[in-house]
T-cell receptor, first 111, second 113 residues
Framework: DSGVTQTPKHLITATGQRVTLRCSPRSGDLSVYWYQQSLDQGLQFLIQYYNGEERAKGNILERFSAQQFPDLHSELNLSSLELGDSALYFCASSASNDEQFFGPGTRLTVL | AQSVAQPEDQVNVAEGNPLTVKCTYS??????LFWYVQYPNRGLQFLLK??????LVKGSYGFEAEFNKSQTSFHLKKPSALVSDSALYFCAVRDRGNNRLAFGKGNQVVVIP
């Protein structure tokens, strides 16, 4: 158990809908990262937050947004969902410029 | 931008034999290098990292990796593979200027009893 929790575990929704994925980092970790894992794209970095501020941005679509709250949990919002957004979404956290610890992921299925 | 190549899709090895999973990287400057393992329907688990120091890094579950700067490689090794090592292995690199990890496409390791 990495100490990073993600909810929900599974999410099934329809095209055009909006969903919110939630992540709680390990106790004390200020950095939260979001990744997308799909068969065709592999594991892609989406975005990083550090202590509430956006720190780095990767291959994140404009339909996607994220935020980190004062209690350090983070949410990834995916809107106007398309079939191609079906993937595993991972959250990771780290204490410093060191290894990242990954949550169990949220499997999103868009029908 | 940093990148990682894992040239093989699948590595098959007999139980008890040495296991090697290859990784080469591209980054400007000195890299941070990582190996993660993913079991079915699970998140990624950290195995080991190279930040600085000894080129041979020891990690969890008997795994080790060798950093080779001249060949820009960071191959993962285990002297004697177990059936339970069957999983998906990811190499990742991060340059020292930012925190984003760039992952390779992953290698499926199959250990045959």
């Amino acid at each position: 158990d990495s100490g990073v929790t993600q909810t929900p575990k599974h999410l099934i929704t329809a095209t055009g809908q909006r969903v919110t994925l939630r992540c709680s980092p390990r106790s004390g970790d200020l950095s939260v990262y979001w990744y997308q894992q799909s068969l065709d794209q592999g594991l892609q970095f989406l975005i990083q937050y550090y202590n509430g501020e956006e720190r780095a941005k990767g291959n994140i679509l404009e339909r996607f947004s994220a935020q980190q709250f004062p209690d350090l949990h983070s949410e990834l919002n995916l809107s106007s969902l398309e079939l191609g957004d079906s993937a595993l979404y991972f959250c990771a956290s780290s204490a410093s410029n060191d290894e990242q610890f990954f949550g169990p992921g949220t499997r999103l299925t868009v029908l | 931008a940093q990148s990682v190549a894992q040239p093989e899709d699948q590595v098959n090895v007999a139980e008890g034999n040495p296991l090697t999973v290859k990784c080469t990287y591209s980054v400007s400057g000195n890299p941070y290098l990582f190996w993660y393992v993913q079991y079915p329907n699970r998140g990624l688990q950290f195995l080991l990292k190279y930040i600085t120091g000894d080129n041979l890094v020891k990690g969890s579950y008997g795994f080790e990796a060798e950093f080779n700067k001249s060949q820009t490689s960071f191959h993962l090794k285990k002297p004697s593979a177990l059936v339970s090592d069957s999983a998906l292995y990811f190499c990742a690199v991060r340059d020292r200027g930012n925190n984003r990890l760039a992952f390779g496409k992953g290698n499926q390791v199959v250990v045959i009893p």
